[in-house]
Nanobody, 122 residues
């Protein structure tokens, strides 16, 4: 069983910063892509940022230059540093990971964390 546990959400004023963390645990062989999604009230879930095991990243246009995704492969943890936060960044942020359970598994399974709420408000 693979578990993803997020932390770091909360209430912050516009212009402030937060750092989200997501740690993977359980029995598995490897993790490929890890990412952060968010869902704002009334909106569909959207990909915020993703990072491969090799460190390649991509971001949704609305967060480029403000958010930075990173990972520590040894700690099986992905981070999302969020700077210059705006009210429109308010959402529940969830991490995911594409995990290969064993070396012989033919594909990766996607697992999700439970989500952490970020509220940007004065």
């Amino acid at each position: 069983q693979v578990q993803l546990v997020e932390s770091g959400g909360g209430l912050v004023q516009p212009g402030g910063s937060l750092r989200l963390s997501c740690a993977a645990s359980g029995n598995f062989f490897s993790i490929d892509v890890m990412g952060w999604y968010r869902r704002a009230p009334g909106n569909q879930r959207e990909l915020v940022a993703a990072i491969t095991s090799g460190g390649s990243t991509n971001y949704v246009d609305s967060v480029k230059g403000r958010f930075t995704i990173s990972r520590d492969n040894a700690k099986k943890t992905v981070y999302l540093q969020m700077n210059s936060l705006k009210p429109e960044d308010t959402a529940v942020y969830s991490c995911n990971a594409d995990v290969k359970i064993s070396s012989g598994a033919p594909y990766f399974n996607r697992y999700w964390g439970q989500g952490t709420r970020v509220t940007v408000s004065s």
